[in-house]
């Protein structure tokens, strides 16, 4: 499957925020979440995270309220993970790299009346990508 998945004729929308509510979110996804690939990765910052991954586009995705998130930046400084500043919810993560394609990356854990075992969840293995981030 290309990444990220070609829309389809139909999409879905879809709401989500942090735990406290500081962040608030929304975008459309094509193909519908019931269809699309939901990425389950094994790298580091995923994993200590608990990213569960999609991948709308960014003319699609809209952060209604924001003002409390914060920025991480590690290793090569290719994605930008944004946090909620008060809660700690990891939500997004931006591709800053040249020629990245125009996505963000959304949490899935955060949005509303999320049934977690109806995703098609797909394991990725970051771990193997590049060298191990260290400190």
């Given at each position: 499957?290309?990444?990220?998945?070609?829309?389809?004729?139909?999409?879905?929308?879809?709401?989500?925020?942090?735990h406290?509510?500081?962040?608030?979110?929304?975008?459309?996804?094509?193909?519908?979440?019931?269809e699309?690939?939901?990425?389950?990765?094994?790298?580091?910052i995923?994993?200590?995270?608990?990213?569960?991954?999609?991948?709308p586009?960014?003319?699609?995705?809209?952060?209604?309220?924001?003002?409390?998130?914060?920025?991480?930046?590690?290793?090569?400084?290719?994605?930008?993970?944004?946090?909620?500043?008060?809660?700690?919810?990891?939500?997004?993560?931006?591709?800053?790299?040249?020629?990245?394609?125009?996505?963000?990356?959304?949490?899935?854990?955060?949005?509303?009346?999320?049934d977690?075992?109806?995703?098609?969840?797909?394991?990725?293995?970051?771990?193997?990508?590049?060298?191990?981030?260290?400190?």
């Amino acid at each position: 499957m290309p990444f990220p998945p070609t829309p389809t004729g139909e999409s879905s929308f879809h709401s989500g925020n942090c735990h406290c509510g500081a962040v608030r979110f929304n975008f459309t996804l094509s193909p519908p979440l019931h269809e699309y690939p939901t990425n389950s990765c094994n790298c580091s910052i995923c994993t200590r995270n608990g990213y569960l991954l999609v991948y709308p586009f960014n003319k699609d995705f809209v952060i209604e309220k924001g003002d409390t998130l914060k920025d991480y930046l590690f290793a090569g400084h290719k994605s930008k993970h944004q946090f909620c500043g008060v809660c700690g919810s990891s939500c997004f993560i931006r591709l800053l790299e040249e020629g990245a394609p125009p996505i963000s990356a959304v949490n899935v854990r955060l949005l509303q009346d999320i049934d977690i075992e109806n995703l098609h969840l797909n394991k990725v293995d970051g771990r193997s990508v590049g060298p191990a981030y260290t400190l």
